[in-house]
């Protein structure tokens, strides 16, 4: 695992749009943490956004992580780039020729999507455990170290979702191609949801239900938007007598089916490449 991860982090070292993209990945999020944590006049009125209790522990796991997430698209344009360069550079066929299997080089690209992956989820325990500690109006070890199931359910989620990106990027070998597959099939998905909750089924369980097992869909239920929990809204909610109940945990199942859904993308691209004539 060593020496394909080193081989893949050679070729990280020496592109550029590889390393821009990582660092407006990690920036943007650094910088919209920053932003939240800075008190400033707007229209007269003093703004802090993190008087919100955004910051405050465990809620902040479950924030963060949804932000994070939003920014992923950054990784996968990486991730696609990585497998496209491979093709229009040929470096596919002479690392074949080197005497690595077609096995070994999709390894190599799993453990470069599992990295990237781990290093965003440690990146973003990092921030917010330091913004937390900064802001937090409850500071309790307990309390620090609650809900972080949050940190396991993004982690899996950027597991499953470059390792779409990943097989996308074998399927269509260039990667603008790969992007846009992946805009389309988002649409898909959305597109089949409507249908069977407005046509079909007519009914929002069911749906529900039967749309968890769609990949991109399952790959967003990990982390469910985090907003509604925020006092702010909660207690708006109240005086309007309006209720916003919702199931923000990680439930186990959801973390299976995002993981079959990883396995399922690994073993198709390397099912493509085999039978592919390089």
Partial sequence: MLRLLTIEFQKLRYSRSAKVLSIIYFGLFTLIALIASIKFNLFGAEIHIADQGIFNFPYIWHFNTYCAALLKIFLAIVIVSLISNEYSN?????????????????????????????????????????????????TEFGIIFSDLEYLLAYFV????????????????????????FLFVWWIFESIIIGVLRFLILKDAVTTEYISQFL??????NLVKQPLTRLNIIQSAANQLQTDVAFDYAV???????VLGWTAIFIWGSLTLLKKRDL
Avoid at 160 to 173: A, I, M, P, W
Wanted: with cysteine; net charge positive.
């Fill in 215 to 220: 990949p991109l869909e399952s790959m967003a």
């Fill in 157 to 180: 989620k950027l597991l499953g979702f470059f390792s779409f990106c990943l097989f996308l990027g074998v399927l269509v070998k260039r990667s603008a191609f790969a992007l846009g």
């Fill in 251 to 257: 439930h186990w199942y959801q973390v299976i089916i």
């Fill in 90 to 138: 040929r470096t596919l066929k002479q690392n074949l020729i080197d005497g690595l299997s077609k096995k070994e080089f999709i390894l190599s690209k799993f453990y470069v999507v599992a990295s990237f992956a781990l290093i965003s989820t440690v990146f973003i325990f990092l921030v917010s455990l330091i913004l937390g500690l900064i802001f937090s109006d409850y």
